[in-house]
């Protein structure tokens, strides 16, 4: 089992900038890739980012430039830091562990932001 705790979001006014963390724990070992997805109201959830445990890193063309993805592995922590917020962004946000016991998601963490 693998638990993660999200941290971060709130209300965040068009133009700025978010920071968003996701912390993994139990059995977290092996080759792994943690990413963060978005689900808006009335839309598939989609990927926004994701970062495997050697650093290779994805991004939705909708985020690119303006997002960066990172993670501690010594802290099995992942962040995701967001630049010129758009109300497109408002979604909750989801961390999901993709590892060698399969996929875990967080409880997702709601990011609003305003025009």
């Known amino acids: 089992q693998v638990q993660l705790v999200e941290s971060g979001g709130g209300l965040v006014q068009a133009g700025g900038s978010l920071r968003l963390s996701c912390a993994a724990s139990?059995?977290?070992?092996?080759?792994?890739?943690i990413g963060w997805y978005r689900q808006a109201p009335g839309k598939q959830r989609e990927l926004v980012a994701s970062v495997s445990r050697g650093g290779n890193t994805l991004y939705s063309e909708s985020v690119k430039g303006r997002t960066t993805i990172s993670r501690d592995n010594a802290k099995n922590t992942v962040y995701l830091e967001m630049g010129s917020v758009k109300p497109d962004d408002t979604a909750v946000y989801y961390c999901k562990f993709s590892g060698m016991f399969g996929d875990y998601w967080g409880q997702g963490t709601q990011v609003t932001v305003s025009s």
């Open positions: 139990g059995s977290t070992v092996g080759p792994n890739v």
